[in-house]
């Protein structure tokens, strides 16, 4: 008969739970770590204490527990809450035959809250363990209140130098650090500081770190919309930027999923990736500008909106893209005479499953930009926009010139090709 799989998250009083206890009597094995182990020896002395099975390699872990499990019962002890940044979810995963029961303890997050008397129920709960965190800036200034669960290469300090170099003052000055280290151990220690102040400390492990960053916060009380920005809220120069209404259009075409890279080449005042950057905090935004006088209404458009997760990158395509990391997304607003070079390019570097739309102003870009893609194996789409406004009762209308935008796609039998 198959045994079941039993974890409990610890704190101070597992030890005395007759559950627990009763659980690990029954047990065939206990998979927790060394120091864990140790503790139910202690707590355990005159009872028999199951086989030890370690947390790690985890995937020695899971064989040893797939050995047992066949019919006996499996205790896995864990850190606070399983189902919580825990062990937890990815034993249900391994698992799924088999019956697996939870016992969740409080989770050093919601504890480090608790101790700073910091309410949780709006924070964005983020773990760095063993995780890249390229876009981590993004992430964490893109919300007022984030909690992180930090490891011994990404801690405290590296976390704060991090944000500071990236940032810079003028957006993290503001930000309130909260460190709990070793919570609920008698060597517990809660600090509080800046960023400056983190970046210059040193903090024990296991500890938990709370970021405060109220200049977001009040910027979301701000009467601007998340999508929708007007013409004349983005800093630009001679009207030279997408107007609102082709914008939508072409972000709309672009058909985002949230996450990845997006090249907004020829970006002018970069009012597309702007509006981009707003809407999908957790996608990096790379505009691609050549033009001096642009650079500082991308720059101050940064500021203005606080779009940190969006970069200028100064230089003609498509030299300047060489360097950059392959996009999922692309819009080319301007070209500069080399579309043919930078159709090329991009599809080159486009991850599979990638959109390009090209904005035509003008009739050759139009003639030329479907063909080049067409050839590089894309489906093509071309839509045409034309834009007039006039306010009621008013008659008189403002008339723009007709936009054409192409959208290349990869054909679907390539997409199936590549699965």
């Known amino acids: 008969m198959a045994g079941k799989i039993q974890i409990f998250g610890l704190d101070n009083t597992v030890w005395l739970n007759a559950d627990f206890l009763a659980a690990v009597d029954r047990a065939g094995g206990v998979v927790a770590g060394r120091h864990q182990y140790n503790s139910l020896k202690k707590c355990m002395m005159d009872r028999r204490i199951p086989p030890h099975v370690s947390v790690v390699p985890l995937l020695d872990c899971f064989s040893s527990m797939r050995s047992i499990v066949k019919e006996d019962d499996v205790v896995v002890l864990a850190s606070g809450d399983p189902l919580f940044f825990g062990i937890g979810r990815r034993i249900l995963d391994e698992f799924p035959e088999y019956e697996v029961s939870v016992v969740p303890a409080v989770s050093s997050m919601q504890l480090a809250c608790a101790r700073f008397t910091i309410p949780w129920d709006d924070a964005v709960f983020i773990s760095l363990h063993g995780r890249n965190w390229d876009d981590f800036a993004v992430r964490v200034l893109s919300h007022h209140k984030t909690v992180l669960l930090t490891d011994s290469v ?26 709990g280290e070793r919570l609920g151990m008698p060597e517990e220690r809660l600090f509080s500081g800046t960023l400056h102040e983190v970046a210059e400390s040193k903090f024990s492990d296991p500890n938990v770190m709370i970021l405060l960053n109220p200049a977001y916060h009040s910027g979301r009380k701000e009467s601007r919309p998340l999508f929708g920005l007007q013409e004349k809220e983005i800093c630009h120069s001679r009207g030279l930027l997408t107007k609102n209404e082709v914008r939508a259009a072409a972000i709309h075409a672009l058909r985002f999923t949230g996450e990845g890279v997006f090249w907004d080449v020829g970006a002018g005042s970069g009012s597309v990736g702007l509006e981009v950057s707003r809407m999908f905090p957790a996608l990096t935004v790379l505009s691609i500008e ?7 209404n991308i720059d101050s458009n940064i500021k203005k909106f606080k779009a940190l997760n969006m970069t200028l990158i100064k230089g003609a395509a498509p030299d300047a893209l060489y360097s950059l990391a392959a996009p999922d997304r692309v819009f080319v607003g301007g070209s500069g005479g080399n579309l043919r070079a930078i159709l090329g390019y991009c599809a080159e570097r486009l991850k599979s499953g990638g959109v390009i739309v090209v904005n035509a102003v003008i009739e050759k870009t139009a003639q ?29 209308r403002q008339q723009f010139n007709p936009i054409t935008i192409i959208v290349a796609s990869r054909a679907l039998k390539e997409i199936v090709n590549e699965q």
């Open 290 to 296: 050549k033009e001096k006088e642009q650079w500082k």
């Open 368 to 396: 030329l930009a479907p063909k080049v893609l067409s050839e590089m194996g894309f489906s093509i789409e071309i839509r045409e926009v034309t834009v007039s406004r006039y306010r009621y009762p008013s008659v008189d």
């Open 154 to 179: 990404n801690n405290p300090a590296a976390v704060a130098a991090k944000l500071s170099r990236e940032c810079g003052t003028l957006i993290t000055e503001s930000i309130t650090c909260h460190i």
